[in-house]
């Protein structure tokens, strides 16, 4: 109900960028699909089998799920080109388990398409010891190139603008 109006108020306004709704609700994500909404983002595998029916009777929609839920799943070759599988950066986790789950992105970018969020997570103030708000970027940066490399298809950030530029680069490269 609450994101409903906004959804509907952003109907052809959007000039072909994709809206996603952060949802584990299968009710909630079929009324923003129905709204306009094109990707699913659900953090929680256990409604994995709702999501997956809410794709099949709304076409160009995506889904992005936990890596967990993926492989729980047993990773379904007939939704490949509709979902992305998120390693869960910085979700109740540790360092080690963090550094575990972006070691193992090469792998499932061989199983499927990968989104990341990595910018601005606890980990790089783990790796790197910076103390002071807002001087990570450097490390920022670094967990997004890694994640391109090792062949994630969507990385998520804030600082928009650099980690273009950052990217750019390694590409030339």
Request: charged share 25%.
């Amino acid at each position: 109900a609450r994101v409903e109006p906004v959804l509907n108020g952003l109907k052809g306004r959007t000039g072909g960028v994709k809206i996603s709704i952060d949802t584990y609700h299968p009710e909630t994500a079929a009324r923003a699909v129905a709204s306009g909404a094109s990707i699913i983002n659900c953090v929680y595998s256990a409604p994995v089998g709702d999501m997956l029916r809410i794709l099949d009777e709304n076409p160009g929609t995506e889904l992005v799920l936990p890596a967990e839920a993926w492989k729980e799943g047993g990773s379904p070759v007939a939704y490949r080109d509709k979902v992305y599988i998120d390693p869960m950066i910085g979700f109740g986790t540790d360092r080690e388990e963090d550094m575990s789950r972006l070691q193992s992105i090469g792998a499932l970018a061989r199983e499927a398409r990968v989104l990341v969020g990595v910018s601005r997570k606890r980990i790089v103030k783990k790796l790197t010891g910076e103390k002071v708000t807002g001087k990570n970027l450097g490390g920022n940066l670094a967990l997004a190139l890694w994640c391109m490399l090792q062949g994630a298809s969507v990385v998520r950030v804030h600082d928009v603008r650099e980690t273009v530029q950052a990217f750019k680069v390694v590409d030339v490269m």
